[in-house]
């Protein structure tokens, strides 16, 4: 049967591909089998391998779910925040004062421009966040110190995000010693004041 096709055959078979040729012919159409090339196979027995592999372990020998990975990793930032939290929530004088002799300022406008710009508007004359440039403070009472407090525990309440958790320790001193500059610079088209007057 096999060689009487063969021999019907309208087929331009090469001669090194003759024994390729099926056996079958469907509406007078043949085909060549071309096996599959060896690095294919390779990679398939591969696969089949690291499937029972990865099975067992998932499922037999308690590897960790993604939910398990994520909590995971997901304490490990917050025991980082929390560290964060204690070595720097107290406003370090000595550090400000050398964050500001190192351009504190000028790198402060760079990070209030891609932080607080939304929020507080140019020149921190107010929008969303209140005025910085006026004299009447809602939260802050207008000194770095206190300034520092609120950019790095925030006031999520009412808006102002905790900055502990989104920049670093210079980039909040940073901002600080750039925000401090606005006060009483009283910037036109300001928002109206809000809180209470402190004159220094
Ligand atoms: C999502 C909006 C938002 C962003 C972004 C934001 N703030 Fe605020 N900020 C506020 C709001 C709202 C308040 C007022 C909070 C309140 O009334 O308790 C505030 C308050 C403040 C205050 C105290 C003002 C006062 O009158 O006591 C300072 C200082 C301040 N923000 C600095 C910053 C700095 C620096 C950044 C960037 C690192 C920043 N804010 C980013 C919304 C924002």
Known sequence: MSDSIKKETKLDVKPDEQHLLLDHAYDDIQELNH?????????WGITIVFAIGYFVYYQFMKGPTLRDEFNQEYSKIVAIQEEFRIQNSAFNQEYYA?????DGVTKGAVVYENNCLPCHNENGKGDIGPNLTDDHWLIAKSTPETIYDVVFNGSE?????????????DEIYQAVAYVSTFKNTFVKGGKEPQGIKIED
């Open 35 to 43: 096996p599959l090339p060896s690095w294919w196979n390779v990679t």
């Open 98 to 102: 050398g964050i500001t002799s190192d």
């Open 157 to 169: 309440a009412n808006g102002m995000p905790a900055w502990a958790e989104l920049l670093t320790k």
